[in-house]
């Protein structure tokens, strides 16, 4: 079943408030998926910096997992500015300027790689919104905006791997949140393969956030390149997306999985279930709506 969660503040707004409303939004769709939460979170960028998570474990697994990272690291001509091994993460940000796809290829060899971009993280585990904060303090990041997601495991197991939201594999500051199933996958994922592009998991979502942020690459606008995802991807989809100044959404024309929004000045709430977005208003009564079949949209923080 799966529930989904997205939400940017305008202008300079956001700050503590984007984690905390994702985690209340998460927590009212929570029985929609039990097994693990997710959110991806848009900071600060820094000129010249990359953000990058890993899961790495704990004990001894997690002492040899950051000592790989850290020579792939130096092998790769990125210098260590600040490093954190928190919970079975380990997140470090570096001095970077080389290639993005070839340095987030090369580090998938170190590590399990969760999330790497300028402003970009990424922190999932196995476990209820809440139980997810206390192990990450994913409360105190300051964000402009980000994603959520809780799963209900039904093709994969329970295991932080397997939680959303995924990051573009190869891309930086494209992250994905994804309720339904894509049943073009393989022949979606054999063309991008043909054109050299890596893929480290089996799951549609990865593919979604892949597909996107190659448009982009290209110069084509997120919005656009929504529009053509209609068309490309089979199946039964509602799904959010996000970059460094932009959210998008998508449904397919059947429009099986839910979502519903709410917009004002200071901000634009997406999810699958209204109760996530009373979360944020409690007491209020909400003009909320529901996006039509076959539509996209995106909304940038100038907005």
Known sequence: MCGIAGIMYRGEGGGLHVAKALIDM??????????????????QAAKGELKLRFFVGQGDEAVTAVERIQKTLAEQHASIIEDEHIGDNYRVV?????????FAYAMEQAAKVISIGESLDI?????????????????????????GHVRLATESDVKPESAHPFWATGFADVAIVHNGQITNYWKMRRRLEQRDFEFRTDNDSELIAVYLADKLSQGIALQEALKTSIDDLDGTFSFLVSTKDEIGYAKDRLAVKPM????????IAVASE??????????QALNTKEPPPGSY???SRST
């Open 274 to 283: 209204e109760v996530s977005l009373n979360r944020l208003f409690p007491g």
């Open 297 to 299: 949209n995106t909304w």
């Open 94 to 102: 570096v001095q970077f300027s080389g290639d993005v796809r070839k």
């Open 123 to 147: 922190v999932k585990d196995v476990g209820k919104a809440h139980e997810v904060d206390e192990r990450y303090a994913v409360h105190k990041f300051t964000s402009t905006h980000g994603l």
């Open 260 to 267: 519903i929004m709410y917009e004002n000045d200071d901000l």
């Open 26 to 43: 998460l927590d009212g769709c929570q029985h929609r998926g039990p097994d693990s939460t997710g959110f991806a979170l848009y900071g």
